[in-house]
């Protein structure tokens, strides 16, 4: 049994685009055969828009978070140049996608791209995503192991040093890896399909192996053990390209809905699963560790924060709802060459770190335009909002999310006083891009009848636990109309969130 996406890839790799782009590019977007146009370009990390047709999307690969200021500067220049149509969102996976951009232009956006060192090979569709890793990698002074080392390699392997890898560019679904080196899981380990989290075997610093972890419409399961401890080293490298070449020569392919690597864990048997790992490896797959070292609560990296370097700091500066314009990208660019050492980090949370800002300069950092925009220390609720793309962009969406999530955020801000954040994470479909599984209160857009009329609605999930013990939420009300949300989550704040009333607004309906 096939499906269309395979019968797609069986016909033309989605890598042969490659040799193709010059030619649609010429052709403009209209007259681009659909299935490259839909599906294969994706493998470049370009994504036609059926919302915004004509102004394509480029998922960029950011591996561990990391850009530099020139990258931030190009980033800006290319969107520039779209004028209103032209912006940015840092993603749920620590990644950044571009809008606005006409076809006719990608061939030389890529140029522009890899002339500064980014890649967006392989960043959609059945490929492997933008691998994630601490964002305080190498910063961070209770820090574990630098992902950072780790992540490249990775990164070098799976992209073909960005070139693309025909290897694992036919994949029966797509695939998440993640690398946590501290000890809070700001990756969020147990939502990725391979993840490493660090664990002390006999008394040698490593990573105990979670697998199958995964959100999709039709089923959330949060990783399992596969019983291995790996030095960290080359055989994070080696293992993950062993469960990759299993996924991609036994993965089942028939159902779409039935094809990330936990199906076919679950098919095999954890047992079977790891006895074939082991068969591909060049090493000794060790037992795990017997605990890991993950022991505190996630960190959101927001405000000031001393590094482990004498006399600097990091700055994590809040991102509303993850939205670049242009002029965001130079000036976050100019913070970190100024302040920093030209280099910002981005996070799952969709904000922003701008680390290696000396104690001398601190002060004037904090002091500039930008921060009041970008605040490091926002009111609670807002600061710990997460939102996927949504209407305004994304064609799954049954509901707009940013715009609603941050105008509610910022009306229960003005409502109550939290004694702490509620991390509140809205999805504008079951596919979870959102991840509001995770969340302390999570939003997934919906659509419900109320006398007579379809209105926007959300499904309420709630229980999410990140960090240590993570635990994912489950849905607890279903069909919220949009309008009557303002209410619904006053009361659940006030109610199992110790909020208190500070006086009364109208809603943002
Ligand atoms: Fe996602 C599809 C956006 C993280 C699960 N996701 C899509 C598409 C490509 C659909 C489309 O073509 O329109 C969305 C693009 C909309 C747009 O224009 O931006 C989209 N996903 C996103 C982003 C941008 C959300 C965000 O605002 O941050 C995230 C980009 C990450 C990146 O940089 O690579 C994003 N998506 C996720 C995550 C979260 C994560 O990885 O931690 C998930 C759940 C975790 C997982 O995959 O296990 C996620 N996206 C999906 C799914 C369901 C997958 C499945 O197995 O069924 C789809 C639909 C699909 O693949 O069929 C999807
Ligand atoms: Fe689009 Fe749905 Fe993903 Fe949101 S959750 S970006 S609406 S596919």
């Known amino acids: 049994m096939s499906n269309k996406i395979e019968a797609i890839k069986k016909e033309k790799d989605g890598l042969a685009v490659k040799q193709e782009l010059e030619k649609f590019a010429a052709m403009g977007w209209e007259n681009i055969p659909e299935a490259d146009r839909d599906v294969r370009l994706k493998w470049l990390g370009i994504f036609f828009r059926p919302v915004t047709p004509g102004r394509f999307m480029m998922r960029l690969r950011v591996p561990n978070g990391i850009l530099t200021s020139q990258q931030l500067r190009t980033l800006g220049a290319i969107v520039d140049r779209y004028g209103e149509n032209g912006n940015g969102d840092i993603t749920t996976r620590q990644n950044i996608q571009i809008r606005g951009l006409p076809i006719e232009d990608i061939p030389e956006i890529i140029e522009q ?50 070139q693309g890898n025909p ?5 029966p679904r797509k695939f998440n890896i993640a690398i946590e080196g501290g000890r809070d899981n700001s990756v969020h380990a147990e939502i990725n399909d391979v993840a490493f989290v660090p664990a002390y075997r006999q008394g040698r610093l490593g990573f105990n192996v979670l697998v199958g972890g995964f959100f999709s419409a039709r089923r959330c399961a949060a990783a399992i053990p596969l019983d291995a401890w790996v030095p960290p080293d080359d055989a994070v490298v080696q293992l993950s390209r062993a469960i990759l070449e299993i996924f991609r020569d036994h993965g089942p392919r028939g159902n779409r809905q039935k094809a990330r690597l936990r199906w076919l864990i679950d098919e095999w048997g954890i047992e079977k699963f790891r006895a074939a790992v082991v068969a591909k490896l060049p090493f000794e797959l060790l037992s795990a560790a017997a605990k890991d070292e993950i022991d505190w609560d996630k960190r959101d990296h927001l405000g000031v924060h001393r590094q482990k370097q004498r006399r600097l700091n990091y700055v994590g500066l809040h991102v509303p709802v993850g939205r670049l314009y242009a002029t965001d990208f130079y000036e976050l660019a100019r913070l970190a060459q100024v302040y920093g050492q030209s280099e910002v980090r981005l996070t799952v949370e969709q904000n922003v770190i701008i680390p290696h800002v000396p104690d001398a300069v601190l002060p004037s950092l904090l002091r500039e335009p930008l921060l009041s925009k970008f605040r490091p220390e926002p009111p609670p609720l807002e600061r710990a909002l997460v939102s996927c793309t949504g209407a305004e962009f994304c064609n799954f969406a049954l509901i707009e999310t940013k715009n609603r999530a941050l105008a509610l955020a910022r009306w229960l801000d003005q409502q109550l006083v939290l004694p702490q954040p509620v991390r509140i994470h809205w999805t504008g479909c079951p596919n979870s891009c959102g991840q509001p599984q995770v969340a302390d209160i999570g939003l997934m857009g919906t659509k419900t009848r109320r006398n007579g009329e379809t209105v926007d609605a959300v499904d309420l999930y709630m229980g999410g636990k990140v960090g240590k013990d993570a635990k994912l939420g489950t849905c607890v009300k279903k069909a919220i109309p949009c309008d009557e949300l303002p209410e619904v989550l006053r009361q659940v704040l006030i109610e199992q969130f110790g909020a208190q009333p500070r006086g009364s607004e109208r809603p943002p309906v």
């Open 113 to 162: 791209l890899q002339a500064c060192g980014i890649t967006s090979v392989q960043s959609g569709m059945d490929n492997v995503r933008n691998l994630t890793g601490s964002p305080v990698a190498g910063i961070d002074a209770a820090e574990l192991i630098d992902t950072r080392p780790l992540i490249m390699k990775l990164q070098a392997m799976i992209t073909n040093n960005g």
């Open 167 to 171: 290897e694992f560019s036919n994949l």
